[in-house]
């Protein structure tokens, strides 16, 4: 609208939209309405929802774990929305090895039937008031969970003569690296041993030749 007298008294918050009209179009967006810079002018402006954006997510698991994930740490540091709007986990889907997936509102259950990596979607939206007609912004990604080699630290270390004897606990029947290092800020660690737990998950390693000043010691699960 256009004035050759100028606009007095403009206030925004005067201004009442009806959108009863629409179908399918608002989506979430907003009517506003500005004075020109002259004060000659109103404009009437629709500014469209934007859709969320959800990005690929990635977790770490030991075998024979199983995770609950916070729903919210999904969407707070894997999702967004150009507008600013918070964001709902919708759903997700299922997984790639056939592991059992559900959510109870605040967290993702991720019971594995298996110890092998796999895969889920999930899906948001962003939090608005759709009406029924309206289509709704959603946007899909992949969760994806791998199997991680499990580090563990020794149990009880003790000295005796020229040797170190270290106390190791596992899951029975899994295969594990025994490591040692001098220096733990280098990461580099060296195998001393391959083994498999055994049957009460508690073994012990005994280091003959242990270097001068020290050492750390903890193993790596297959």
Known sequence: ?????GVNGFDADKFAFDTSQFTNDLGGGVFTA????DGMSVSVRFTPNHGPLASPINYG?????????LVENILTNSTSDPDGDARLLV???GSTNGSFIATNGGYVIYAPTNNLSE???????????????????????????TVTNALGIAQSISTGGASVTVRFAGIPGYKYDVERTTDLASGAWTVLLT??????GVWIYVDTSPPPGGAFYRTRQY
């Not at 609208?1 to 007298?5: E, L």
């Not at 500005?34 to 810079?37: E, N, R």
């Not at 939206?125 to 969970?145: C, E, F, G, K, Q």
């Open 1 to 5: 609208a256009t004035t050759t007298r």
């Open 34 to 37: 500005t004075l020109s810079a």
């Open 61 to 69: 698991r030991a075998h024979s774990t199983f995770l609950r994930i």
């Open 91 to 93: 759903r997700t889907g």
């Open 119 to 145: 895969s889920f979607i999930y899906v948001i939206s962003d939090a608005h008031a759709y009406r029924p007609a309206d289509t709704v912004r959603m946007a899909t990604n992949w969760l994806t969970i």
């Open 195 to 200: 083994t498999n737990a055994p049957a009460a």
